[in-house]
């Protein structure tokens, strides 16, 4: 069975920055990818970034967070993470990390961002 436990969001006033962090624990095997989704009031679950685990990792961004987030891992701690810097108020939403394993796709409980003044 594999868990991922998420930390790092909150409350931040526009132009702050956060940091989100997402471990997996379990028989998790190989990872193909990680990434970061954001879920708006009353909006569908989309992509934030992807980083995948082999190399240094290619990494890709949704348009709108190009140049303000970045997403990084730890492959030693199966961990990913995603830097937020410049945050706008349409970065608040839920967000969830998902492990792209061999074994499976696996999704984070979900954090709540809010960027309000």
């Known amino acids: 069975q594999v868990q991922l436990v998420e930390s790092g969001g909150g409350l931040v006033q526009p132009g702050g920055s956060l940091r989100l962090s997402c471990a997996a624990s379990g028989s998790i095997g190989s990872i193909y990818a990680m990434g970061w989704y954001r879920q708006a009031p009353g909006g569908q679950r989309k992509l934030v970034a992807v980083?995948?685990?082999?190399?240094?990792?290619?990494?890709d961004y949704a348009d709108s967070v190009k140049g303000r987030f970045t997403i990084s891992r730890d492959n030693a701690k199966n961990t990913v993470y995603l830097q937020m810097n410049m945050l706008k108020p349409e970065d608040t939403g839920v967000y969830y990390c998902n492990f792209h394993l061999i074994i499976g796709n696996y999704w984070g409980q979900g954090t709540q961002v809010t960027v309000s003044s």
């Open positions: 980083i995948t685990s082999i190399g240094i990792g290619s990494t």
